[in-house]
């Protein structure tokens, strides 16, 4: 069984600029979340999908937004990137329910120069 | 909001031996959940073992059981007959019933030493 594939693994982008992050979840998973990792701030909440609805949202700036496909695939979009952006991106999936805990991907790093 | 405390930034462990890693949470709820992941230096999380708060008994998984204090809100992870592949960041992470986010620790940093 395919665990969640997160493309690309890395990407340099330079201030200003916008990225697109992608996301697919293990087969029958519908829940996908979104995680930002960096050393000063650790792993933060960025917002979770279920059946192509947020169902939750952190504490980020509209910038951060994200979607849900029909087939549960996922992407997130940082618009007007700053330096501050720079941090490994994580994607989780789960099958909808809490219980089962999520299964993460290996991550995107991203780079803002 | 709940927060996740794990005040042990690093420990060390020999091989074989028995190593526990402390995280104490902060809720007004009484319905919820409780995860340990491991992220290797390959950074993929990878889940560990969970509590659900409604259950009084211990979760165990393998070499990996857990001290749920419901009362003291604490929830410590054992690991037990160390190996070296156990070298990782662990994180302590809390997920409401109410919601769908985890909020993690800051992590704990385990060494295992041949």
């Known amino acids: 069984k395919a665990g969640v594939t997160q493309t690309p693994r890395y990407l340099i982008k330079t201030r200003g600029q916008q990225v697109t992050l992608s996301c697919s979840p293990i087969s029958g998973h519908r829940s996908v979340s979104w995680y930002q990792q960096t050393p000063g701030q650790g792993l933060q909440f960025l917002f979770e999908?279920?059946?192509?609805?947020?169902?939750n949202k952190g504490n980020f700036p509209g910038r951060f937004s994200g979607r849900q496909f029909s087939n549960s695939r996922s992407e997130m979009n940082v618009s007007t990137l700053e330096l501050g952006d720079s941090a490994l991106y994580l994607c989780?999936?789960?099958?909808?329910?809490?219980?089962?805990?999520?299964?993460f991907g290996s991550g995107t790093r991203l780079t803002v120069v | 909001a709940q927060t996740v405390t794990q005040s042990q930034p690093e420990m060390s462990v020999q091989e074989a031996e028995t190593v526990t890693l402390s995280c104490t949470y902060d809720t007004s709820e009484s319905d919820y959940y409780l995860f340990w992941y491991k992220q290797p230096p390959s950074r993929q999380m990878i889940l560990v073992i969970r509590?659900?708060?409604?259950?009084?008994q211990n979760a165990t998984e393998n070499r990996f059981s857990v001290n749920f204090q419901k009362a003291a809100k604490s929830f410590s992870l054992k690991i037990s007959d160390s190996q070296l592949g156990d070298a990782a960041m662990y994180f302590c992470a809390y997920s409401s019933n109410s919601g769908y986010a985890l909020n993690f620790g800051k992590g704990t940093s385990l060494l295992v030493t041949p």
């Open positions: 999908y279920f059946s192509e609805t947020q169902r």
């Open positions: 509590q659900e708060a409604y259950k009084q």
């Open positions: 989780a999936s789960s099958p909808g329910d809490r219980n089962y805990g999520y299964t």
